[in-house]
């Protein structure tokens, strides 16, 4: 009888140790599922604002070169044209003093 008693609390005391580690694991369970998808959360939040940083920069760098190649043409055109005029005043004036001096030597 005494075996009988002993048998009935342990089968007791195992079902409630087997129901609390059941319930603990659980717990554990929803717990790191739930950290697991607040990471996913945070990672694929993270992956959205590298990338849209990435593409913001891109477009402004591509922007800022396009600027600044069409200023670095427009100053080498215009560096052109002054030395293109200057050259040509000078040849203007070297040949109208070659002119003049031609024309006083022969006389």
């Given at each position: 009888m005494w075996e009988g008693i002993k048998k009935v609390f342990k089968d007791a005391i195992?079902?409630?140790?087997?129901?609390?580690?059941?319930?603990?694991?659980?717990?554990?369970?929803?717990?790191?599922?739930?950290?697991?998808?607040?990471?996913?959360?945070?990672?694929?939040?993270k992956n959205f604002l590298e990338t849209t940083w990435s593409a913001i920069k891109t477009v402004a760098v591509n922007t800022w070169t396009a600027i600044k190649d069409k200023l670095s043409e427009i100053g080498s055109a215009i560096k052109t044209a002054i030395t293109n005029t200057w050259d040509a005043i000078k040849t203007a004036v070297s040949n109208a003093v070659n002119s003049l001096k031609e024309n006083v030597s022969n006389k």
């Open positions: 195992n079902k409630v140790v087997d129901f609390v580690k059941g319930l603990v694991n659980k717990v554990v369970e929803f717990f790191t599922n739930l950290w697991n998808k607040a990471k996913e959360i945070f990672t694929n939040i």
